[in-house]
């Protein structure tokens, strides 16, 4: 069974600061795909940043990264000098090679960037 | 520019009325979802189709249906047998080439409320 777990319903940061969104996965599949995504309060999904279960290094994307701990199944998000732009809804999502037609989403994490 | 387009943004219901939200892209996609958001929710997913002509349930499929009747359209009806449609529907689409790597693109949304 394909699982995402988003533990945080919500988080505060302080604008300028680094904030680190938590997402652990469960899959059988030996890979797979790990996907972040930003729903901003008008709520359009934002292709954020991926990775890849056989990649050796961390994904990046400009203020974005990804802390990829495969022995741990965790896939936790990094922003970097926070915005207030970056107040959101962030959803970390997975597919499986087996199962490549379906995402399976977590809850969310409810980010606000405080000034 | 390539994207998905959902229409209308807002849409309003009567009682037993059926209703029909729009889906277009034009990104030369084969898969083709639809998810409801109910507020402060995750997404849950109604339908999907990986070709033209041919689609599954998703796990909330009752009260809902579908048609695939061209690549680039996947349009959802809401039927009055869905008893509780006021929320957030999110058309996507995904590549089914280089599975697992391909993320899921996104329309607007459109939001349904019953009068």
């Known amino acids: 069974a394909q699982k995402i777990t988003q533990t945080q319903p919500g988080m505060f940061v302080q604008e300028k600061e680094a904030v680190t969104l938590d997402c652990t996965y469960d899959?059988?599949?030996?890979?797979?795909?790990l996907f972040w995504y930003k729903q901003p309060s008008s709520g359009e999904m934002i292709f954020l940043i991926y990775q890849g279960s056989y990649d050796e290094q961390n994904a990046t994307e400009g203020r974005y990264s990804l802390n990829f701990q495969k022995a741990r199944k965790s896939a936790n998000l990094v922003i970097s000098a926070s915005q207030l732009g970056d107040s959101a809804m962030y959803f970390c999502?997975?597919?499986?090679?087996?199962?490549?037609?379906?995402?399976?989403f977590g809850t969310g994490t409810s980010l606000t960037v405080i000034p | 520019d390539g994207g998905i387009t959902q229409s209308p943004k807002y849409l309003f219901r009567k009682e037993g009325q059926n209703v029909t939200l729009s889906c277009e892209q034009n990104l030369n996609h084969d898969a083709m979802y639809w998810y409801r958001q109910d507020p402060g929710q995750g997404l849950r997913l109604i339908y999907y189709s990986q070709i033209v002509n041919d689609f599954q349930k998703g796990d909330i499929a009752e009260g809902y249906s579908v048609s695939r009747e061209k690549k680039e359209s996947f349009p959802l009806t809401v039927t009055s047998a869905q008893k509780n449609p006021t929320a957030f529907y999110l058309c996507?689409?995904?590549?089914?080439?280089?599975?697992?790597?391909?993320?899921?693109?996104f329309g607007d949304g459109t939001r349904l409320s019953i009068l």
């Open positions: 996507a689409s995904s590549s089914l080439v280089r599975v697992p790597n391909q993320p899921q693109h």
């Open positions: 999502a997975m597919r499986g090679i087996n199962t490549g037609n379906q995402f399976y």
């Open positions: 899959t059988s599949d030996q890979s797979y795909g």
